[in-house]
Structures are given as structure tokens and as C-alpha cells.
Nanobody, 127 residues
Framework: QVQLVESGGGSVQAGGSLRLSCVVS????????VGWFRQAPGKEREGVAA????????YYADSVKGRFTISEDIARTMVYLQMNSLRPEDSAMYYC????????????????????WGQGTQVTVSS
């Protein structure tokens, strides 16, 4: 059974940094993509960053390019989201999600059809 568990959220002032972590378990060697998503109160959920695990291809939403970095660990069981230069508008519940995906296809997969989700971790950025 695929499971994802996020951690690392918290409160920070504008301009600060946080690193979110996502433990991904339950895949038996299948090729997967992992994405980070966020949802603020009253707003739709949006994709933030995604990674092709094992091939390290990445994709970012325009709103976070140059500020956020998604990465994986060498064992391919952890995915991180390093968030720098945080802004109040980055405040949201952040979720990691996973799906099977073709290798080197993150540019077309992007944020679509993720079918396994974690419980989320809250990020609050104060001005």
C-alpha cells in the first residue's frame, strides 16, 4: 500500500526558509513521480513542484521558480521541497502526492492525475 507522510511545516517570517520532507513508501520498484501541492483557505489546490524520482527531472509552477527546489534522496524514498524567500502568499497546507509515471516524462505529467496523497503540513508566512 502506497503511503506518503509530510513533515517540516511551520511558521516563518517573510523572506525566511523552510524545508518540507515527504516519506514515500509502498512502491515495489515502479517508476514514480512525486509532486508537492498546496491549498490555501478559500482557494483551489495548486501544483507547486514535481519530480521524476530516479531520473531527477523536475517541473515548477511559475510562482515558485527560482525560490523553491524539489529534490530526492539517494535511496529514492524521500522527496524534499526547499522553500526560500518565502512570501505571505505561500501560506497554505502543503501536500505531497505520488503516481506512476513514464521515465523522463515529468514535463508532460506535471501536476496531473496524482492518485496517492499525504495528510499535509501547514506552512504559515507572516509579513
Amino acid at each position: 500500500q502506497v503511503q506518503l507522510v509530510e513533515s517540516g511545516g511551520g511558521s516563518v517570517q517573510a523572506g525566511g526558509s523552510l524545508r518540507l520532507s515527504c516519506v514515500v513508501s509502498g512502491y515495489s520498484g515502479e517508476h514514480k513521480c512525486v509532486g508537492w501541492f498546496r491549498q490555501a483557505p478559500g482557494k483551489e489546490r495548486e501544483g507547486v513542484a514535481a519530480i521524476d524520482v530516479g531520473s531527477s527531472g523536475t517541473y515548477y509552477a511559475d510562482s515558485v521558480k527560482g525560490r523553491f527546489t524539489i529534490s530526492e534522496d539517494i535511496a529514492r524514498t524521500m522527496v524534499y521541497l526547499q522553500m526560500n524567500s518565502l512570501r505571505p502568499e505561500d501560506s497554505a497546507m502543503y501536500y505531497c502526492a505520488a503516481r506512476l509515471c513514464p521515465r523522463w516524462a515529468i514535463g508532460s505529467v506535471r501536476f496531473s492525475q496524482y492518485n496517492y496523497w499525504g495528510q499535509g503540513t501547514q506552512v504559515t508566512v507572516s509579513s
